[in-house]
């Protein structure tokens, strides 16, 4: 914990100049500049950049964003001062090394404030996947004298009452989508390694192993972390032992899903997915996947976009203001986090 000063912190900005334009806001700018002493109009891309060593050199406080230097041995021999890091962005993983820790760095992220529009996105698509509403617009869109009676069969499927859902990973965001699927009248069967009877049973879900979730689920939401541990855990077997009709949502990573074997249980039409992430990311151009009917295809939208992406910031500046007044980190992520968050 920095400890209280009569002074303010120093800032100093660390990531593309594109993710600052689309972080700041006026009010959080003003926000800042109260808490800290920071340079708003200077953003640090890369520590060996002209200039930089001497904000660097002041540095208490690094404020990073999408586009964040490395933060390895040689950068923080740069920054003498530095006691913390704070992400307005999600994972800290690509940027953030074992050093940082060594050297008692803090180091906190918005993954919470991230969380949100995620756990939005994948309720959404919940709803409407449960509804049939791609292949209900893809038909109507066709015949142009389309009611749910033209089409018995499709409408007989439609709808979340009743059904169950499979929430793979209690993480940050699994839990939001959690607390969400309460307001549905669906069954929930979660799967996931840390979490415990009693936390289950608090959040009144089903706790089970991974494979019983895949067989007995009709919607199947990932939202796990990519790891050595989680990649590809949705493979081909899985994949055969879902139930027909059933649909796969994953807007976590598209690591966890075996895309060959994917493909083809999509292809076959068997099964229906809604796919925010991919693996490659994005498909290759000649992926049948973005023209088959049983898929809604978006380009990793699920995350903060638009007018989303400051809430990253908001998220920031309450973790400057807080170590400003001698407070501790509200969301710190620790050295032992690394190893199983994404």
Known sequence: MLEQ????????LAMS????????????ASRLRAAAQADLETVIE?????????????????LTGWGAPQIGAAALDKTPQLRAIVHAAGTVKPFVSAEVYARGVQVSAAVEANA???????????????????????????????????????AARAGTNGITVGVVGASRVGRRVLALLRNLDVSVLVSD????????????????GLDELVSRSDIITLH???????????????????????????????????????????????????????DPEPLPPDSPLYDLPNVQLTPHIAGSVGNEVPRLLEHAVAEVERLAAGLPLAYPVLADDLARIA
Do not use: C, H
């Open 193 to 208: 390694p840390y979490l415990g009877e009693g936390d289950a049973a608090a959040m009144g879900v089903t706790r089970t």
């Open 224 to 278: 796990a972390p990519a790891l050595p541990g989680t990649a590809r855990m949705i493979d081909r077997d899985r994949l055969a032992a879902m139930r027909d009709g059933a649909i796969l949502i994953n807007t976590a990573r598209g690591a966890l899903v075996d895309t060959e074997a994917l493909t083809a249980e999509l292809v076959s039409g068997r099964i229906s997915a809604v796919l925010d992430v991919t």
């Open 116 to 154: 949100v529009p995620v756990a939005e996105f994948t309720f959404a698509a919940v709803v409407f996947a449960a509804k049939r509403v791609s292949a209900f617009a893809g038909q109507y869109r066709a015949r142009r004298d389309l009611t749910a009676r033209n089409i018995p069969g499709l």
């Open 17 to 28: 100049r594109a993710t600052w334009a689309q972080l700041v806001t006026p009010e959080l």
């Open 46 to 62: 890369d520590f060996g950049q002209p200039g930089a060593e001497p904000a660097l050199r002041a540095a208490e406080i690094l």
């Open 5 to 12: 000063r009569p002074d303010k912190p120093r800032v100093v």
